[in-house]
C-alpha cells in the first residue's frame, strides 16, 4: 500500500529475506521465444506456440501454469520430417494435434518431457480455423488438402486412433473451396 502516491520516493521496509518467491533460474525463464508465432494452443497446463513464418516447424512451450515463462530447452523441433510447416495446433484429450501441410502429428507426454510423433503422412492442412472438436462423433474434424478428415480414438488406455476422409459424397464442393 502506497499511502501517498504523490511522494517521488517509496522506503520498502520488506527485508530480502522476507519475500515469498525468489527468481526464476537462468535457464527457466527466456526471453519470449516465438514472437511471430502465428498458431497457439493450451495442453497440460502449458501454451503452445509455433514459431511463426520463419521457423514454422518448431513448437515451443510453456513452464506449466505460466504461460508467460519459456524454458532455454522447452521446444519440439519437427522440421526433420516430412510433414512441412505448422498450419494449426488443436487440443484434443489427452493429446495436441499438429496440424502441417503434408502431416498431421500428435505431441503426448507431460512438460518438459513432451513427445511428437507423425500420426498420419500424406494428409495434411492449410488452414488453421478448420479444425473443430465435435461431440457428437468423438472426435475431430479438420479440413485437409484433399478433403475433410475426421479423427477419433486416442492413444492411451487401449482406444485405436483412425484417421479417414468423410467428404466422399461431396468432394466437388470441397475442391471447390480447398484450392
Do not use: W
Not at 511522494?7 to 520498502?12: I, V
Not at 506456440?49 to 515451443?60: D, F, K, R
Not at 515463462?69 to 512441412?84: I, K, M, P, V
Request: with cysteine; proline share 6%.
Amino acid at each position: 500500500q502506497i499511502d501517498n502516491p504523490e511522494e517521488p520516493y517509496f522506503y520498502d521496509a520488506v527485508g530480502d529475506s522476507e519475500l515469498v518467491n525468489l527468481a526464476p533460474e537462468i535457464t527457466s525463464s527466456v526471453p519470449f521465444p516465438a514472437s511471430g508465432a502465428r498458431f497457439g494452443a493450451a495442453f497440460k497446463n502449458c501454451l503452445f506456440l509455433e514459431g511463426g513464418v520463419n521457423n514454422a516447424t518448431t513448437l515451443y512451450f510453456s513452464n506449466p501454469g505460466k504461460p508467460d515463462q519459456f524454458s532455454s530447452l522447452d521446444f519440439l523441433e519437427l522440421g526433420a520430417r516430412y510433414g512441412g510447416s505448422i498450419t494449426g495446433l488443436h487440443a484434443h484429450y489427452d493429446m495436441l494435434l499438429v496440424l502441417r501441410e503434408r502431416s498431421v502429428d500428435v505431441v503426448t507426454g507431460e512438460s518438459p518431457n513432451f513427445v511428437s510423433t507423425t500420426l498420419v503422412s500424406g494428409v495434411g492442412s492449410r488452414s488453421p480455423k478448420a479444425i473443430v472438436t465435435v461431440p457428437e462423433l468423438t472426435g475431430v474434424l479438420f479440413l485437409g488438402t484433399d478433403g475433410i478428415y475426421l479423427f477419433t480414438g486416442g492413444l492411451s488406455g487401449g482406444s485405436e486412433v483412425n484417421v479417414r476422409r468423410v467428404s466422399d459424397q461431396v468432394m466437388k464442393e470441397v475442391k471447390r473451396f480447398t484450392q
